[in-house]
């Protein structure tokens, strides 16, 4: 068990050394990795996005899948579909996979494309197979879908349906880099011209599998599995704290996805902490990212910028252990 720790902790070091500024968002892409969820990144362009899941592709030697969400897509280029083939004069369909039929799926700007599309996911999300003409056909045992989204531009985008974010194990949201940061990732880039080094480390599909199966043994006290239902149940009834603003802007709380999100994310960084146990500065610190998409705020919030993230710094504040 200690080996496959410290095999995660190489592979966190080796994604850094060709990724600076964002450690939080690598963070957060190898808790989804080792939790088997999928995450929803959200920022502005130019900020590595799109190179960090390439990355975490070569990282799991395993194959990676790119679609290109745009109005115009349709659900067969996601999933695939039945092509008709011609062979010594008989006519037959067979089924030709889609890009989702990889280990790791990155969906560029999935709020580009309209409901129809980003409905295709929902099966390959949750049940881990896609279905087309009335057959089903099973995802590979490793898979991940990073979705990416860009915050600034409503013009031809569709917000996502609730039922699909709600999907994401985690949401992250990606901010720009500080100046020094800025420097190093100008003299990384310049140096990557010349010659593009291979990761130090990479981490097979039967150790990443393992790992998951490691960390799911982390011990959680009733008292800690008490406290993350408190703090799902609060969303649901905000109601009981009016000390808080969360009974004025809260419209709709988190489903039961989040207390197993919650459970399961704790456990995950519990384990890669090195601890055989739950605390509950593990809960904390996961649960903007696993609570704050899950959140429905009303029009009130809204108008007085209220965002999900203060919901989620109310919630902790307000909810004890």
Same mark, same amino acid.
């Given at each position: 068990?200690?080996?496959?720790?410290?095999?995660?902790? *190489?592979?966190?070091?080796?994604?850094?050394?060709?990724?600076?500024?964002?450690?939080?968002?690598?963070?957060? &892409?190898?808790?989804?990795?080792?939790?088997?969820?999928?995450?929803?990144?959200?920022?502005?362009?130019?900020? @590595?996005?799109?190179?960090? /899941?390439?990355?975490?592709?070569?990282?799991?030697?395993?194959d990676?899948?790119?679609?290109?969400?745009?109005?115009?897509?349709?659900?067969?280029?996601v999933?695939? @579909? =039945?092509?008709?083939?011609?062979?010594?004069?008989?006519?037959?369909?067979?089924?030709?996979?889609?890009?989702? +039929?990889?280990?790791?799926?990155?969906?560029?700007?999935?709020?580009? !494309?309209?409901?129809?599309?980003?409905?295709?996911?929902?099966?390959a #999300? *949750? *049940?881990?197979?896609v279905? $087309?003409?009335?057959?089903?056909?099973?995802?590979?045992?490793?898979? #991940?879908?990073?979705?990416?989204?860009?915050?600034? =531009?409503?013009?031809?985008?569709y917000?996502?349906?609730?039922?699909?974010?709600?999907? +994401?194990?985690?949401?992250?949201?990606?901010?720009?880099?500080? @100046?020094? =940061?800025?420097?190093?990732?100008?003299?990384? /880039?310049r140096?990557?011209?010349?010659?593009?080094e291979?990761l130090?480390?990479?981490?097979?599909?039967?150790? &990443?599998?393992?790992?998951?199966?490691? +960390?799911?043994?982390?011990? $959680?006290?009733?008292?800690?599995?008490?406290?993350?239902?408190?703090? /799902?149940?609060?969303?649901?009834?905000?109601?009981?704290?009016?000390?808080?603003? &969360?009974?004025?802007?809260?419209?709709?709380?988190?489903?039961?996805?989040?207390?197993?999100?919650?459970?399961?994310?704790s456990? !995950?960084?519990?384990?890669?902490?090195?601890?055989?146990?739950?605390?509950?500065?593990? /809960?904390?610190?996961? &649960?903007? =990212? $696993?609570?704050?998409?899950?959140?429905?705020?009303?029009?009130?919030?809204?108008?007085?910028?209220?965002?999900s993230a203060?919901?989620?710094?109310?919630?902790?504040?307000?909810?004890?252990?």
């Amino acid at each position: 068990m200690d080996a496959l720790r410290q095999q995660f902790a *190489e592979l966190r070091s080796s994604l850094h050394q060709r990724l600076i500024g964002q450690e939080a968002l690598l963070d957060s &892409l190898l808790l989804a990795l080792l939790c088997n969820g999928h995450i929803l990144l959200e920022g502005y362009p130019g900020t @590595a996005k799109t190179r960090l /899941v390439k990355l975490l592709g070569q990282s799991i030697q395993g194959d990676m899948g790119r679609i290109q969400f745009t109005p115009d897509l349709l659900p067969a280029d996601v999933t695939g @579909a =039945e092509v008709l083939h011609q062979d010594a004069g008989q006519q037959s369909l067979s089924f030709q996979a889609g890009p989702i +039929f990889n280990n790791l799926i990155l969906a560029d700007e999935i709020n580009r !494309a309209p409901a129809k599309v980003q409905s295709a996911l929902l099966e390959a #999300m *949750e *049940e881990r197979q896609v279905t $087309v003409a009335g057959k089903s056909y099973s995802l590979p045992t490793v898979f #991940m879908v990073v979705a990416t989204q860009n915050p600034i =531009e409503q013009e031809g985008t569709y917000p996502l349906p609730e039922a699909q974010l709600d999907r +994401f194990l985690l949401k992250a949201n990606v901010s720009y880099p500080d @100046a020094q =940061e800025e420097l190093n990732i100008i003299r990384l /880039v310049r140096s990557e011209e010349h010659q593009t080094e291979p990761l130090a480390c990479t981490i097979s599909e039967d150790n &990443l599998l393992a790992a998951r199966q490691a +960390f799911q043994q982390t011990h $959680v006290a009733p008292a800690i599995e008490q406290y993350i239902v408190n703090l /799902v149940m609060a969303t649901r009834k905000p109601e009981m704290y009016q000390d808080s603003r &969360l009974p004025q802007y809260i419209q709709l709380g988190a489903s039961p996805r989040a207390s197993i999100a919650l459970d399961k994310c704790s456990r !995950a960084r519990a384990w890669l902490a090195g601890r055989d146990h739950v605390l509950p500065e593990d /809960v904390a610190a996961v &649960l903007p =990212e $696993v609570m704050a998409h899950r959140i429905q705020l009303n029009y009130r919030a809204q108008a007085e910028s209220y965002s999900s993230a203060d919901a989620c710094a109310e919630l902790l504040e307000q909810v004890l252990v």
